[in-house]
């Protein structure tokens, strides 16, 4: 069955720092991967996605996601944080299910200190 | 592309009392629909979801239903609200390949 892990609940970083979100996922076939941002109280707004091809992904905002097939991995990054970067992040596998639906992360949580 | 539009966006209700959330899509047409709903410190769990209209198909049994009167319409309701039912209620559009999210309801019951 398919899963996701975010193994960070919270993680906090000073402004102008490096970030790494890490997600692994677990799915039986070639995974659609995605990361979602989410400021309080909003919806969810894609990142970025992953079908196939180049394991390097860019997205939106600055961040980048790298796929490891490997280490079933779909790690997100960013070089140098903001801090209107401060949300809650979730990474997603979408699922050739009945539902066709994604399944997501618990999240992380980001904190940007100054 | 699509845009998703719920309301409200805010909401307290008492137990026992019944509960209406409706979700409407523009900028595409038979589009997939789901219910998901997100607790606190937890991740996303999927409700419902719909291929067309009047077909609900229910992941977790619970307290809740949906109906879809409409190609893109999309309404979460309950007879009687549970205090378990409080939560965020996110509506999405799409299918594995991308979903496009509403900007949620807090429900809150009291």
């Known amino acids: 069955a398919q899963s996701v892990t975010q193994p960070d609940i919270h993680i906090t970083v000073s402004e102008g720092a490096s970030l790494e979100l890490r997600c692994n996922y677990s799915?039986?076939?070639?995974?659609?991967l995605f990361w979602y941002v989410q400021s309080p109280g909003q919806g969810l707004q894609l990142l970025l996605k992953?079908?196939?091809?180049?394991?390097l992904v860019q997205g939106i905002k600055g961040f980048e996601a790298e796929f490891k097939r490997s280490q079933s991995s779909f790690n997100l990054r960013k070089p140098s944080v903001h801090w209107s970067d401060a949300a809650e992040y979730f990474c997603?596998?979408?699922?050739?299910?009945?539902?066709?639906?994604?399944?997501f992360g618990t999240g992380t949580r980001l904190t940007v200190i100054p | 592309s699509q845009t998703i539009h719920q309301w409200p966006a805010t909401l307290v209700q008492p137990v026992g009392s019944p509960l209406s959330l409706e979700c409407t899509v523009e900028?595409?047409?038979?589009?997939?629909l789901y219910w998901y709903r997100q607790a606190a410190g937890r991740g996303l769990q999927l409700l419902f979801y719909?291929?067309?209209?009047?077909?609900i198909s229910s992941e977790v049994p619970q307290n809740l239903s949906a109906s879809r009167p409409q190609d893109r319409q999309f309404i979460l309701s309950s007879k009687k609200l549970l205090l378990s039912d409080s939560g965020f209620y996110l509506c999405?559009?799409?299918?594995?390949?991308?979903?496009?999210f509403g900007p949620g309801t807090r429900l809150t019951v009291l």
């Open positions: 997603a596998v979408g699922a050739f299910t009945g539902a066709n639906n994604l399944f």
């Open positions: 799915y039986g076939a070639t995974p659609y």
């Open positions: 992953y079908f196939s091809g180049d394991t």
């Open positions: 900028g595409t047409s038979n589009p997939n």
């Open positions: 719909s291929v067309g209209i009047g077909q």
């Open positions: 999405a559009c799409g299918q594995y390949n991308e979903q496009f």
